[in-house]
């Protein structure tokens, strides 16, 4: 998911429940999280910007109409919300598959409920995240996203009662199905005060619970950043898969300000930052995506290529490694781990910076591994790690993207997400795609050998 929001008084990072609360921070981390779920199913979404808009308008104004003054029923309104935006985006559908698509068969949930898988998951991270954070609850435990039967169940009693979702959010969340609400089969959707009223006389209050820590132990939660030298990589790993894009090599501000300046030639106006929040970590073809809606024509064919000679121009003057890189390269063959660079970015950008001076060091791990999030048997993770004799359960990746994150959960395979130290609240964007933990500088990594 996307950084959390920004206290401008303060200059730190907003906690999930209230950046959720920030159009804008909504919109940037459900994008990250269709990267993520389509890298993860090899499925293609349209997304439009207008519905997901009146999705957070709708949802805003639920939350605040029926946030509980009692503070002893809000971990109760953490679920009842997320449930109240799965309902939400089923009621106004934000997205829809792209046509082609989809595989052949569909036999998994995710594959045969597409939209609404996408919407589930969403809710689902929002809701663990906020737990995990206010609550201190183990949000790590499996889920029941991918349970056909629960589907099966889902798809009958929504067509008759959407708000049947937010019951059905708890058992996809592995937990009860606790709320019993009115029917709402009105075309217009929306809450009344009635509802939370009637779940909060559903709801145990929330109770504070004695934890015992064992001494020198520390509780954690699903998005707080390890302290330096506390994340370790597995013991089982014996590959180590690293992303050229943003964690080998530092392409986020030369990616941002060079599709920046082509969609402005292209009348689409964006500056890099606003470029960097709606396109980062998502396939370009969210780009060209975005010039169709707003000019109303299809993309010029020439957008890519163009594309790739401003990158390839760029990286010859500013491309340079990640700093520490080298050194943590250095320290990974010494404890006699196999490396190998992994790309899902342009080919030819690829290919050029290869032959830069500036990252000759790459050279030390081989060639530079192409990945297709497209390609959803395996998407090329799996031929990568078995061309160097590995398995995915002894291989781990560290990726900056969700589109990376998502590659790896499709191989049920470890992975960590790398964020810059200058931009360390984008760790949310990558835990919540589903990286077990986020480095923001090399050295935070424990080899245990």
């Known amino acids: ?251 986020d501000l030369i990616d941002s300000e060079e599709l920046s300046a082509l969609l402005n030639d292209y009348g689409v106006p964006l500056t890099p930052q606003e470029t960097r929040d709606r396109f980062s970590g998502q396939p370009l073809s969210s780009a060209l995506t975005y010039i169709a809606e707003r000019t109303g024509k299809l993309c010029p064919k020439d957008f890519l290529e163009k594309l790739d000679q401003r990158l390839v121009d760029r990286d010859t003057v500013d491309l340079v490694l990640t700093p520490g890189f080298e050194l943590f390269l250095g320290r990974l063959k010494a404890a006699n781990l196999d490396v190998a660079i992994v790309s899902h970015g342009r080919h030819r950008r690829v290919d050029a910076a290869q032959n830069l001076p500036a990252l000759s060091a790459l050279k030390s791990a081989g060639p530079i591994h192409y990945l297709d999030p497209a390609n959803r048997v395996g998407n090329g993770l799996r031929s990568t790690i078995r061309a160097r004799g590995h398995a995915p359960e002894t291989a781990i990746l560290i990726d900056a993207s969700s589109t990376g994150v998502g590659m790896a959960k499709n191989l049920s395979m470890p992975v960590f997400g790398f964020v810059d130290k200058t931009r360390i609240a984008d760790r949310n964007m990558l835990i919540c795609a589903g990286a077990q933990a986020v480095l923001v500088d090399f050295e935070e990594l424990t080899l245990g050998r």
């Open 1 to 251: 998911m996307n950084s959390a929001a920004i206290d401008k008084l303060t200059e730190t990072s907003l906690p999930t429940r209230k950046s959720v609360r920030q159009l804008r921070w909504f919109e940037t981390s459900f994008r990250a999280q269709m990267a993520a779920v389509s890298a993860q199913t090899g499925q293609h979404y349209d997304l439009s910007d207008q519905r997901l808009i009146d999705t957070f308008l709708s949802w805003h104004h639920a939350f605040d109409s029926q946030k509980p003054a009692s503070r002893m029923v809000r971990r109760a309104y953490v679920s009842f919300a997320a449930g109240m935006m799965f309902y939400e985006l089923l009621h106004k559908r934000p997205v829809s598959v792209r046509t082609g698509s989809a595989p052949a068969e569909a036999k998994t949930p995710a594959l045969m409920h597409p939209e609404a898988y996408l919407y589930a998951s969403y809710c689902h991270v929002i809701r663990q995240a906020i737990l995990g954070e206010d609550f201190w609850l183990d949000t790590n435990a499996p889920d029941r996203m991918d349970e056909i039967a629960i589907w099966q169940t889902f798809s009958k009693e929504t067509t008759q009662d959407r708000a049947a979702a937010i019951a059905f959010l708890d058992l996809f969340t592995n937990g009860s199905r606790t709320w019993a609400i009115p029917k709402m089969t009105h075309s217009q959707g929306g809450f009344g005060n009635r509802l939370w009223d009637l779940a909060a006389r559903q709801s145990d209050a929330d109770v504070p619970t004695r934890v015992d820590i064992p001494k020198g132990a520390a509780l954690r939660n699903i998005s707080d950043n390890a302290r330096l030298g506390q994340i370790q990589l597995p013991s089982a790993t014996k590959l180590v898969l690293i992303a050229f894009e943003g964690v080998a090599a530092q392409t």
